[in-house]
């Protein structure tokens, strides 16, 4: 059984940092492209940023040169480096991994920007 949990979000003042974790567990993920997708209140869910099994990466324009996503394949893990955070980064963020044309999900983390 796949299962994602997150970890890492908080409340944090504009132009500060946060690093998100997602520990994977009930597949061989270092096969599958990972990535993370976030949902602000009263928004549809939207990509953030994705990394395939060889490490190429796909940024969403509104965090590309701010948002780092890595993975650690030993670790089962997939982390987001989220550095200079604005209000409008506020959203629950949430780990996905995509296998055989299914997408699953993890429960999601709240990160909050504000002063």
């Known amino acids: 059984q796949v299962q994602l949990v997150e970890s890492g979000g908080d409340l944090v003042q504009p132009g500060g940092s946060l690093r998100l974790s997602c520990a994977a567990s009930?597949?061989?993920?270092?096969?599958?492209?990972m990535g993370w997708y976030r949902q602000a209140p009263g928004k549809q869910r939207e990509l953030v940023a994705t990394?395939?099994?060889?490490?190429?990466?796909v940024y969403a324009d509104s965090v590309k040169g701010r948002f780092t996503i890595s993975r650690d394949n030993a670790k089962n893990t997939v982390y987001l480096q989220m550095n200079s955070l604005q209000p409008e980064d506020t959203a629950v963020y949430y780990c996905?991994?995509?296998?055989?044309?299914?997408?699953?999900w993890g429960q999601g983390t709240q990160v909050t920007v504000s002063s």
């Open positions: 996905n991994v995509l296998i055989d044309l299914l997408h699953f």
């Open positions: 009930g597949t061989i993920f270092s096969r599958y492209v």
């Open positions: 990394i395939t099994s060889g490490g190429g990466t």
